[in-house]
């Protein structure tokens, strides 16, 4: 008989010797790796989902979003820090946006921080984890491509597009 020990050492994907299976059970030890594939391949997809990336960044890149965020988001919640990412994100996949993330970002008239500079301001630890979860592949903003306060920008052309949703002090639209 195959004993528990075995049975969970093949589950589990170790390797037994077959002298240490009983020939009265051979029948068994398909449907044993059977069983152990499919639970190592659901394990492996949750690691890899766990480890997806939405958009892959060289390290220069995500600097230079993890410091935008920090600008545009500094007083704004975590999922609004978030959000700001997913826009510039978002704009990358847009046929309506450059692909490349520092086109994106220093495109004219885009982002208050590229116009008075405090970009070049190092980003915060919550603005760098921000950013990765955003790379994860969140989607905080429902597809927004724009981004502001409305307190404090005025324009119907933004007015006009379609809000997202609100976090914080920013309305998101697309």
Not at 2 to 17: M, Q, R, S, Y
Not at 51 to 78: C, G, Y
Not at 143 to 171: M, P
């Amino acid at each position: 008989m195959v004993n528990v020990i075995t049975t969970l050492l093949l589950l589990t994907g170790a390797e037994v010797p077959e002298e240490h299976l009983p020939k009265l059970y051979e029948e068994q030890l398909p449907q044993l790796h059977e069983e152990r594939l499919v639970y190592k391949t659901e394990k492996d997809i949750e690691e890899l989902n766990g480890l997806a990336v939405r958009v892959s960044l060289t390290e220069e890149e995500q600097d230079l979003l993890e410091r935008l965020v920090t600008a545009e988001a500094k007083s704004e919640p975590f999922e609004g820090k978030v959000a700001v990412a997913e826009v510039v994100l978002n704009r990358m996949e847009s046929e309506h946006f450059p692909d490349k993330l520092e086109e994106v970002v220093y495109q004219e008239n885009q982002f208050c921080p590229v116009t008075n500079g405090s970009i070049h301001k190092e980003a915060t630890a919550k603005a760098e984890k921000a950013v990765e979860v955003a790379l994860r592949g969140t989607n905080e903003t429902n597809d927004a491509l724009y981004f502001y306060n409305d307190n404090i920008v005025k324009t119907s052309w933004l007015e006009s597009k379609q809000t997202t949703t609100r976090i914080g002090q920013h309305v998101f639209k697309k």
